[in-house]
């Protein structure tokens, strides 16, 4: 009886080919994705399981009167360089400006505060100088400008001084997914992601350009 050879001349060496492209490119291909996403997947797992909480404070700014008619107030801030809203109202004119603190301040340090109003040149008009500053590393940070004063024959200078100290209002952690969660989301993304190879376009074209050599 005839071999399949004799009727199908080089039908051997067709099979020999298409085996070989699908085993040398089609599979492989396919794996080298999977495993570049699956090294993508554990690398952002670690990244999120690694890294520590990050909080959120809030601080209140307590001015304390050392020599002084008239004591400074301000809202909230947090840390680092905080901006703080200092409002300071005298028998002269309300004062509000912002006084932003160096990066390396840190609200256990200690600070001291020393505020002046002096006549401008304008009558009606007077010179502000708001000024914190933080004993424990030297830095001094001002605010400076012009006001407008209730009394036009403004001629006194207003200067008050004293101490700042920061209370801590509430600490609370920012939400992070728990370890369980984000390892139950890369199983699943796995999962995903290999029926997505599995039903890859480029590996049934892959298929069908081999099948075009028998």
């Not at 298409?18 to 797992?45: A, C, E, N, S, Y």
Request: hydrophobic share 40%; net charge neutral.
């Amino acid at each position: 009886m005839a071999s399949r050879e004799a009727f199908f001349p080089g039908l051997a060496t067709r099979l020999h080919m298409r085996q070989k492209i699908f085993t040398r490119w089609v599979v492989p291909r396919g794996v080298q994705k999977m495993r570049k996403r699956t090294w993508i997947l554990g690398l952002g797992l670690i990244l999120a399981i690694g890294v520590p909480s990050a909080w959120a404070d809030s601080f209140t700014p307590t001015f304390t009167c050392t020599s002084c008619a008239d004591t400074p107030a301000s809202g909230d801030v947090s840390f680092p360089s905080p901006s703080i809203l200092e409002m300071w109202d005298t028998s002269e004119a309300n004062v509000n400006d912002f006084i932003t603190l160096a990066s390396g301040d840190n609200p256990g340090d200690k600070y001291t505060w020393s505020n002046s109003l002096t006549p401008d040149a304008q009558v009606g008009l007077g010179d502000y100088l708001l000024s914190i500053t933080d004993v424990t590393t030297g830095d001094t940070e001002t605010a400076s400008s012009t006001v407008g004063v209730g009394d036009p024959l403004f001629t006194t200078s207003v200067v008050d001084s004293g101490t700042l100290t920061f209370a801590l209002v509430k600490s609370s952690p920012a939400p992070e997914p728990s370890m369980i969660g984000l390892i139950l989301a890369g199983i699943a993304s796995l999962l995903v992601t290999r029926k997505r190879w599995l039903r890859a376009p480029n590996s049934r074209r892959a298929v069908l350009d081999c099948s075009s050599v028998l």
